[in-house]
């Protein structure tokens, strides 16, 4: 059967990090072939979310080149870099380069807690600092598509509000992740996620009812993905459905191709393919979505949820009404 083509996907672009987060062993991944900016040129022209991670992307110099590639072959496309932000000089210099090419292009600074905290968990001297010199520099070359992202774990939950207040205080967006094991995204360390319940949940309805007294719809659906987020890492299970390997996909530095962050069944590495409908329709490809389905362990993650809540706008929807008038009780 012809599966359609995907929408949304994650592109890590390079496995080298100059970060040392406890929760990822992607940095000691070395002497690995990385793609050449060209075979971008393969990505399906239906991509319409695109997020270029890494490790740290920005240690590929050929960055603005990978992105014009991106463009060209997928036009329509809402393109997010995410970054550790701990090189502000280099970053600033690139993205005066990519914003020629991408004026709307956003970044995103991963801050894992508020000052020390952060430090503590990435084991970089000066984390905050340095991140914040990174937004400051983006902020001043026009850049308003910023956000920071917050990876929850048992050590920093307690800093999630305040990370949250730290942008709305700034005027920029706030996203979220729960840190999880994934052989091709983390490098396989082993992640035992199990935060306090107690302050879990107070700090969850502080920001989802933060998101619901907006009239914003973006700021909705965040609320609702924080929901989704609170009842995975209470209970391990998704509240949406989503689509790994069908709407959404990864694509790693060495060209392999996977149905998501978190499921580690390679579809094809898009070197040994002419195009992408012959990798998303080959046999392997259709095993390794047999393999999420039947093996597959869930996830929520904002890559894979945003496809989730895109095609269920009622639930979406009435979720959204009942908090936001009866104010969101965990
Ligand atoms: S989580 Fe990101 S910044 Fe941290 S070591 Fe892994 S790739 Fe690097």
Redesign the pocket.
Known sequence: MKINNPIDCVIGIT?N?????Q?????KIKDFPEIAPSEYAKLPTTLRDINI????PFLRMDIPEIIAVIQKRAPKARMVI???G?TPTLIEAQMKKILAIKPDIGISI?VDGYGDMHENI?HIPDAWNKDMDTLERLQKLGMKNLRLAF?ILPENVQDFAKVYDETRRRGIQFTHAFAQSSEHY??GIQVDNHPDVKVLKEQYSYVMNEELKSWNLKRWARSYFAYGLYRFSMEREQVLSNDPGTRFFYLDARGMVYPSVVHSYGMGNIQNYDSWEDLWNSERADNARELVLTKGKPAWMICTARTAIKKHPLSVGMWVLKNKFGGVKL
């Open positions: 496995y990090c100059n970060s040392r987060c929760m990822c062993d992607i940095w991670s890494g490790g740290e995410s970054t550790n701990f991963s990435r990876t983390f490098g």
